[in-house]
């Protein structure tokens, strides 16, 4: 079975771009949640959405969105990129509430 | 709002050796799991173990185990007959069981050397 699959791995944009990051979730996943990295900050969680509906949402400022497709596929969107955006982002996806969350490898996102 | 906290920032364990890793946690809920996560340098998140709050047992997984001790909300992970291969960061989580949300709340992070 295939694992958590995170496009692209590694991206730079400037100050003011916005940027799209794509999670593939586990076959059969209906579950995924986003998380950013830091250094300062820790693993921070942004959203999770299940069955194309946002369930829970982070403390983050509204440049941040996200959305699920109908075949559990979700992308997250951050407009006018601040240098402070540079992190890692992580996306889990679990089959249900109550179940393990498998993460991706990350895109890790480099503003200058 | 529920708190991880992991007090070691390091840790180091020799090869074969036994290491334990800290963790502590609030919450005002009966009800919850508790994870721990390792993070290699290719920076993927590994589901290590999981404890359900309701099992008095705790949890093991090969070579990994937990100490879970709910009325003192603490939950720390064992590692016997240290590898090479379990040097990481390791992160705490935690996870309520109410409601339809899975958000994980993390701990700030453990990084495990494994020496010869």
């Known amino acids: 079975k295939a694992g958590v699959t995170q496009t692209p791995r590694y991206l730079i944009k400037t100050r003011g771009q916005q940027v799209t990051l794509s999670c593939s979730p586990i076959s059969g996943h209906r579950s995924v949640s986003w998380y950013q990295q830091t250094p300062g900050q820790g693993l921070q969680f942004l959203f999770e959405?299940?069955?194309?509906?946002?369930?829970n949402k982070g403390n983050f400022p509204g440049r941040f969105s996200g959305r699920q497709f109908s075949n559990s596929r979700s992308e997250m969107n951050v407009s006018t990129l601040e240098l402070g955006d540079s992190a890692l982002y992580l996306c889990a996806s679990s089959w249900g509430t109550a179940s393990k969350a498998f993460f991706g490898q990350g895109t890790r996102l480099t503003v200058v | 709002a529920q708190t991880v906290t992991q007090s070691q920032p390091e840790m180091s364990v020799q090869e074969a050796e036994t290491v334990t890793l800290s963790c502590t946690y609030d919450t005002s809920e009966s009800d919850y799991y508790l994870f721990w996560y390792k993070q290699p340098p290719s920076r993927q998140m590994i589901l290590v173990i999981r404890q359900e709050a309701y099992k008095q047992q705790n949890a093991t997984e090969n070579r990994f185990s937990v100490n879970f001790q709910k009325a003192a909300k603490s939950f720390s992970l064992k590692i016997s007959d240290s590898q090479l291969g379990d040097a990481a960061m390791y992160f705490c989580?935690?996870?309520?069981?109410?409601?339809?949300?899975?958000?994980?709340?993390f701990g700030t992070g453990t990084r495990l050397q494994v020496t010869l």
């Open positions: 959405y299940f069955s194309e509906t946002q369930r």
């Open positions: 989580a935690y996870r309520s069981a109410g409601g339809t949300a899975s958000k994980l709340t």
